[in-house]
Structures are given as C-alpha cells and as structure tokens.
C-alpha cells in the first residue's frame, strides 16, 4: 500500500509555470513507475505523462510535450510534474498515480495504476 499527496497547484496566468509534486509514503517507492494524469470538469480523467522507475524512461501526451517535463527522485519517494507555459486548456484537477506491476513498463492507461492521490487544481487564467 502507498499514499500519494500532490502539492504545488494553484492558480497561474497564461504562459506562467508551476511545479506540482507527489510525496509517496513507504519505503517501495523505486518499485513503482509514476503517472500523471488530470480531469476538466465535464471531462474523463487524461494521461499527461509517466516516467519508469529508475526515471530512464518517459512518455507525455501530445499536448504538454515540450511544455511539461516530469521526474522523480527515489530518494525523497516523490515524482514532479513541471508545467511551463500554462493555457487555459491546462485547467484541470491533477493526479499524481503509483504502478506497481513488476514490468516497469510505462503506461497511458488509468486502469493500470493502483494507487492515486486525491487530486490538486490547477487552475490557469487567460
């Protein structure tokens, strides 16, 4: 079992940045590849990005690549999600979320990770 709690949201003008973490409990925390994922009002929860393990492997959605980079560090069990250039369409409840299949493989699928946090808004003005 692992807890997950975001931090970092809030609200931000257009072309402003924000950097949201996610503080993992327990010491597994290596054992698991990490997701982010958000969800607009009226809309289904979305992949943004995920990172392996080790952090050697990535992958993002269309829509924040070259905008939004994430990263981990094992050490302090917590995963970030830096987002620059914010629009309006950023606007979302994001989630920070923990798979701990043994592959490793990095994944877009909601339903392949086990443990979310509760969730942080992120909100960006025009």
């Known amino acids: 079992q692992v807890q997950l709690v975001e931090s970092g949201g809030g609200l931000v003008q257009a072309g402003g940045s924000l950097r949201l973490s996610c503080a993992a409990s327990?010491?597994?925390?290596?054992?698991?590849?990490m997701g982010w994922f958000r969800q607009a009002p009226g809309k289904e929860r979305e992949f943004v990005s995920a990172?392996?393990?080790?952090?050697?492997?990535?992958d993002y959605a269309d829509f924040v690549k070259g905008r939004f980079t994430i990263s981990r560090d094992n050490a302090k069990n917590t995963v970030y999600l830096q987002m620059n250039s914010l629009n309006p369409e950023d606007t979302a409840v994001y989630y920070c979320?923990?798979?701990?299949?043994?592959?490793?493989?990095?994944?877009?699928?909601?339903?392949?990770?086990?443990?979310w946090g509760q969730g942080i808004q992120v909100t960006v003005s025009s």
């Open positions: 979320a923990a798979d701990r299949r043994p592959n490793g493989i990095v994944v877009r699928t909601p339903a392949s990770y086990d443990y």
């Open positions: 327990g010491r597994t925390f290596s054992s698991y590849a």
């Open positions: 990172i392996s393990r080790s952090g050697g492997s990535t």
